[in-house]
């Protein structure tokens, strides 16, 4: 009901930067949340940045002050900004939304495919 599309992640040099999409589309009513979630191979799975319908936003504290999480209300896009990228970074991004579609009303959580940042030198 609710298709996610991950673009731009990619192969960069530690302190470089990539610019993560995640674009929504289907029969949705309304979006209340959007988040962006890294796994790397053997690691539990966390949350790296989320920004609520109001805009407000939150970070982990490994990513604070170098990742910026933003919307497009207009596009259903959410969009990850990420600067001074490390080697840690490296990880499998995932984009989630929580949104309700016009056939239920009912509020539910979708993933995206993910997209794999590797941060090398």
């Known amino acids: 009901q609710v298709q996610l599309v991950e673009s731009g992640g990619g192969l960069v040099q530690p302190g470089g930067s990539l610019r993560l999409s995640c674009a929504a589309s289907?029969?949705?009513?309304?979006?209340?949340?959007m988040g962006w979630y890294r796994q790397a191979p053997g690691k539990q799975r966390e949350q790296v940045a989320a920004?609520?319908?109001?805009?407000?936003?939150n970070y982990a504290d490994s990513v604070k002050g170098r990742f910026t999480i933003s919307r497009d209300n207009a596009k259903n896009t959410v969009y990850l900004q990420m600067n001074n990228l490390k080697s840690e970074d490296t990880a499998v991004y995932y984009c989630?939304?929580?949104?309700?579609?016009?056939?239920?009303?009912?509020?539910?959580?979708?993933w995206g495919q993910g997209t794999q940042v590797t941060v090398s030198s």
């Open positions: 989630n939304v929580r949104a309700r579609v016009v056939e239920t009303m009912v509020e539910l959580g979708y």
């Open positions: 920004i609520a319908s109001g805009g407000s936003s």
């Open positions: 289907g029969s949705i009513f309304s979006i209340n949340f």
